[in-house]
């Protein structure tokens, strides 16, 4: 469903260790943007890290390290070296010369950074129209400040990593041209919000469930274990990027179940303020389902990362089952030590959407929760049930 005719690229990561981000943080960072990388199919190479106490404003990196990374970069015949932290204009335009020479119109090395690898996996999973028109005005919005260093060459490109969507076209010179498809693209999401916005009012008289995560926990698993609906699930990042709706039924009652895209960390602004509208699933949600990947050592940061997240959307204190996901893949080892901590989660289940472990005991969970708030709407519903039946919602 979403193969690309991408070529195999290859690729160096590189990262920093600061005064706010120690040696263990630098490699989580590195092995989840290695991740990303593989994403999109490209082959990472090598990982290069050093200690500085920030960012060098003109290359990220040192001098000697930059010299050590071009001369590997070369010899290997890398295609492009990815950041693991924003870079601003004048850095990339700086490495760009390191790596590539003065001409940076014929770049042969790509440089990226973590957002722009994250923009380009949403441009390959975009679907819809809503979620594709997200993307490329994200896009737009990461490329405007840097015209000056990549608009040119980038017109010349024919494709790949980091070079899909406007990459791809020939493109504008002219600032005023740009903001202009900008600010097209900005009514065209105002329209299609609208619409959404229409179609989320129909359902103010139904229970909503949202289920929420990082980045490949199982959440689309989960929603085909609950929806009993052909739902796509993929061991990648990002597998979803639009929003999926799907009617469930438990035991009499009904409610609409919403699968939406997962979280990261360092997760672009710009995707943020784009995905707003299918963000708002979440915000209008009744009850929320946060499922987390108990097999990952990271999961409690991973739970942080999403929580931050949330509250920057506006979602507090909204009534939510942690989903613990993967429980088949922790050993009694690790068991014992999750255990061994002191969490304050509420209405906590330790599952396995894949093995279908536990399943019947979160149904329950979620039937408690859901009902208390159907029974709200309905107070008379006892009186009138409807059949039980389970199936998709029609947008």
Not at 7 to 27: G, H, R, S, W
Not at 69 to 85: A, L, N, Q, S, T
Not at 115 to 125: K, V
Request: with cysteine; proline share 3%.
């Amino acid at each position: 469903m979403y193969e690309t005719a991408l070529k195999n690229e290859t690729a160096v990561l590189v990262a920093l260790i600061t005064d706010t981000q120690d040696e263990p943080t630098t490699q989580v960072y590195l092995d989840e943007l290695a991740f990303l990388a593989t994403t999109l199919n490209i082959k990472v190479q090598k990982h290069f890290t050093q200690r500085l106490p920030r960012p060098h404003t003109s290359t990220f990196v040192g001098k000697g390290k930059l010299e050590e990374i071009v001369e590997y970069v070369r010899v290997k015949g890398i295609d492009m070296v990815i950041f693991d932290d924003d870079l601003q204009p004048s850095q990339v335009r700086n490495l760009e010369k390191a790596f590539n020479g003065e001409n940076v119109d014929n770049a042969k090395i790509k440089i990226l950074d973590r957002s722009l690898l994250i923009l380009d996996i949403f441009s390959h999973r975009a679907q819809t129209t809503q979620a594709r028109t997200q993307v490329e005005l994200a896009q737009y919005q990461y490329l405007l400040p840097r015209l000056t260093r990549m608009w040119s060459h980038l017109s010349k490109q024919k494709g790949g990593i980091g070079m899909r969507g406007p990459g791809e076209k020939e493109l504008e010179t002219d600032r005023r041209i740009v903001k202009d498809k900008i600010a097209i693209l900005r009514d065209k999401l105002t329209k299609i919000e609208q619409q959404s916005a229409t179609r989320r009012k129909t359902r103010e008289r139904m229970v909503r469930v949202a289920l929420v995560g990082y980045t490949n926990v199982g959440k689309s698993t989960l929603m085909r274990l609950l929806s009993k609906a052909d739902v796509f699930a993929e061991n990648k990042l990002f597998a979803t990027v639009d929003s999926t709706v799907r009617k469930v039924v438990l035991n009499q009652i009904p409610f609409l179940l919403t699968d939406t895209v997962g979280f990261i960390r360092k997760l672009p602004t710009l995707l943020i303020e784009s995905f707003k509208s299918t963000l708002a699933e979440i915000v209008e949600a009744d009850i929320l389902l946060h499922v987390a990947d108990l097999s990952s050592p990271h999961c409690y940061e991973q739970i942080d990362v999403v929580n931050q997240t949330l509250l920057e959307i506006g979602v507090e204190d909204k009534p939510t089952i942690i989903v613990f996901n993967k429980a088949d893949l922790v050993n009694p080892e690790q068991m014992e030590t999750w255990e061994s901590k002191e969490y304050n989660f509420q209405n906590t289940i330790r599952i396995s959407a894949l093995k279908k472990q536990n399943h019947d005991a979160l149904r329950q969970m979620i039937y408690s929760m859901a009902s208390e708030k159907f029974y709200a709407i309905y107070p008379n519903f006892l009186q009138n049930p409807i059949l039980e039946g389970e199936g998709e919602y029609e947008e």
